[in-house]
């Protein structure tokens, strides 16, 4: 059974470009949530998302969007890259939008976005 | 202001030694709390999840407490390996309207031969 899957693994831009990132969850997996990783920092909320509808959303600039298809993939847009945009940008995949306990999120390899 | 602190920033170890990590919050209200290890650029992997009921967790040679009072948490792991080397990363659930993580910014920790 495939993990959470992220692509691309890697991605260099160049400031005030576009860049799109995917996120597929585990089979079975209805919640996708995003993170934003500085180097030497904890990740950072960015979005969640269950059953294709915004359920929370970290303080980011409207630079950062996001959605979520009906296989339950997703996508994290940015736009107007900036130079601090450059980061390990994570995607955590869970059954629910984690509202009880013990529901787990299972996190995937990231993608390394640098902006130069 | 939710906030999860952890301490120390680093720490070296040797081979076989036992290391406690140290996680603070004050993140209200509280679902539940997990610690992640995660290895330099690759995402985190969940070690523990705890609610506020739960004292104590293990995974193996990690031992997660809980003390809800004094809003504190700690990872325990005993006879260290080199594959130990990683961040780990305490993560605090909020559920208040919507749900969302509060990352810690983690312990990095270095085990030596």
């Known amino acids: ?116 | 202001k939710n906030q999860v602190e952890q301490s120390p920033q680093s720490l070296i170890i040797l081979e076989g030694k036992n290391c406690t990590l140290q996680c603070n919050y004050t993140v209200s209200p509280f679902s539940n709390l997990r610690w992640y290890k995660q290895d330099t650029g690759r995402g985190p992997v969940s070690l523990t999840i705890m609610t506020f009921s739960e004292n104590t967790k293990s995974n193996g040679r990690y031992t997660a407490t809980l003390d809800a009072d004094t809003k504190q948490s700690s990872l325990h792991i005993t006879a260290s390996q080199l594959s130990d080397s990683a961040s780990y990363i305490c993560v605090v659930s909020v559920t208040s309207g919507t749900y969302k993580y509060i990352f810690g910014t983690g312990t990095r920790l270095k085990v030596l031969a």
Do not use: M
Not at chain 1, 25 to 30: E, R
Not at chain 1, 45 to 70: C, M, T
């Open chain 1, 1 to 116: 059974d495939a993990g959470v899957t992220q692509s691309p693994t890697h991605l260099i831009k160049t400031r005030g470009q576009q860049v799109t990132l995917r996120c597929s969850p585990i089979s079975g997996h209805k919640s996708v949530s995003w993170y934003q990783q500085v180097l030497g920092q904890g990740p950072q909320f960015i979005f969640q998302y269950y059953e294709k509808e915004e359920r929370g959303r970290g303080n980011f600039p409207d630079r950062f969007s996001a959605r979520q298809f009906p296989n339950y993939s997703s996508e994290l847009n940015v736009n107007a890259l900036l130079l601090g945009d450059s980061a390990l940008y994570l995607c955590a995949s869970s059954q629910i939008a984690n509202r009880g306990p013990g529901t787990e999120a299972f996190f995937g390899q990231g993608t390394r976005l640098t902006v130069v």
